[in-house]
């Protein structure tokens, strides 16, 4: 029979597996971007261990993208072998990510302004500014362009 685990056990398989994300972050920093421009680094859902994130898994054999359902995640990170739809030479007139951007509410628009932030900045300066944020969004006016 199967032991069931123990509280202690359950509490330091959630400490490691936080610490598996806090070293991966560092080590493929981009793959922490939704290719939306959701910031799964900083999201608690991810941090809780009930969401996987955009992007991770894949490389390591943990996830198949083929599986992948999300049609943004599929064309951007599947078909062409981008980090976020920042890259994409038809951003502006694609349909499909402007639609999601459109969506009522805010987070639609916090993705949204990530995304075009990536595109004039560049991911480092993306990647400094979002270092306290506490969720997916969070400011990013301070380093745009006066
Ligand atoms: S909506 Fe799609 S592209 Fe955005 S984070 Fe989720 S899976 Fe990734
Ligand atoms: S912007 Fe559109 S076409 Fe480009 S990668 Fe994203 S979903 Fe695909």
Not at 4 to 11: G, K, R
Not at 12 to 24: F, G, K, L, P, V
Request: charged share 30%; net charge positive.
């Amino acid at each position: 029979m199967t032991p069931i685990p123990s509280n202690d056990d359950v509490d330091s398989q959630h400490q490691s597996s936080i610490a598996d994300t806090r070293r991966e972050s560092q080590e493929f920093p981009l793959r922490f971007i939704g290719c939306c421009g959701a910031y799964c680094r900083t999201c608690g859902v991810l941090k809780e261990g009930v969401c996987k994130g955009c992007k991770l898994g894949y490389g390591n054999g943990e996830r198949d993208i083929a599986k992948a359902k999300c049609a943004m995640k599929v064309c951007c990170f599947k078909d062409r072998h981008l980090e976020t739809c920042a890259d994409c030479a038809e951003y502006s007139e694609c349909e499909r990510i402007q639609t999601f951007h459109s969506h009522e509410g805010y987070k639609y628009k916090k993705y949204k302004q990530s995304i075009e932030f990536i595109r004039k900045n560049g991911y480092p300066a993306f990647l400094q500014a979002s270092e306290n944020w506490k969720g997916p969004y969070g400011k990013l006016e301070r380093l745009l362009p006066p």
